[in-house]
């Protein structure tokens, strides 16, 4: 079994929609919780980070981690078609300069 | 411009043949590390480097290399490639100190192929 699970997607919104994006993960030592955005033939950048659980809210960006379900969120409000790219969430037991355990990440594609 | 660089983007070769997949960051970072990405799999970690002289095994060593003689380089070595390692490779790098962000920061990325 992974270590953290996502959906692969890829999943298809209209502009405008608000998408849900999750991951659960098995190893309760994970503390530090990040989503990554990659859009296509480009690397990976930090879109949202948490500590512990909790929300944690930047623009049309929520970030939400349920330690105790083990699961995390990521919601987009107001979908626009420049989100569409491959959401990667990540976690790690110590923060910065660490390893991270990525998910296999969603492709999300909003139309117009 | 703050960025890690990669070199080669693309890269075809042939069974055997050694090549070394260069990383460089501009940022001053203690750590770095290499990630390979492939489908259904996702990232997952190569090597990692907290400082100058000071390097680990991740999860997937086998077959790779890797040295830090200088703290904003960090190339990754196939010694002798095979096929299973045609990957897209992502080279990462981030301050050691705790920040606000936690971030690493990625290359563009390394397509291999190994025929």
């Known amino acids: 079994q992974k270590e953290v699970e996502q959906d692969p997607g890829p999943l298809s919104v209209p502009e405008g929609a608000i998408v849900s994006l999750n991951c659960t993960y098995s190893n309760s030592a994970f503390q530090y919780f990040m989503w990554y955005r990659q859009y296509s033939r480009k690397g990976p950048e930090l879109l949202m980070y948490t500590y512990s659980s909790g929300n944690k809210e930047d623009g049309r960006f929520t970030a939400q981690v349920d330690k105790s379900s083990k699961y995390i969120s990521l919601f987009i409000r107001d979908s626009q078609p420049s989100d569409s790219a491959t959401y990667l969430c990540a976690m790690s037991r110590t923060g910065t300069a660490s390893k991270l355990t990525f998910g296999t990440g969603t492709r999300l594609q909003v139309t117009l | 411009e703050a960025q890690v660089t990669q070199n080669p983007r693309y890269l075809i070769t042939v069974t055997g043949k050694k090549l070394t997949v260069t990383c460089s960051q501009n940022m001053n970072h203690e750590y770095m590390s290499w990630y390979r990405q492939d489908p259904g799999l996702g990232l997952r970690q190569i090597y990692y480097?907290?400082?100058?002289?000071?390097?680990d095994k991740g999860d997937v060593p086998e077959g790779y290399k890797v040295s830090r003689k200088e703290k904003r380089n960090f190339p990754l070595i196939l010694e002798s490639p095979s096929p299973n390692q045609t990957s897209l490779y992502f080279c990462?790098?981030?301050?050691?100190?705790?920040?606000?962000?936690?971030?690493?920061?990625f290359g563009p990325g390394t397509r291999l192929t190994v025929t």
């Open positions: 990462a790098s981030s301050p050691q100190q705790p920040s606000d962000s936690y971030e690493q920061y």
């Open positions: 480097s907290m400082n100058v002289e000071v390097t």
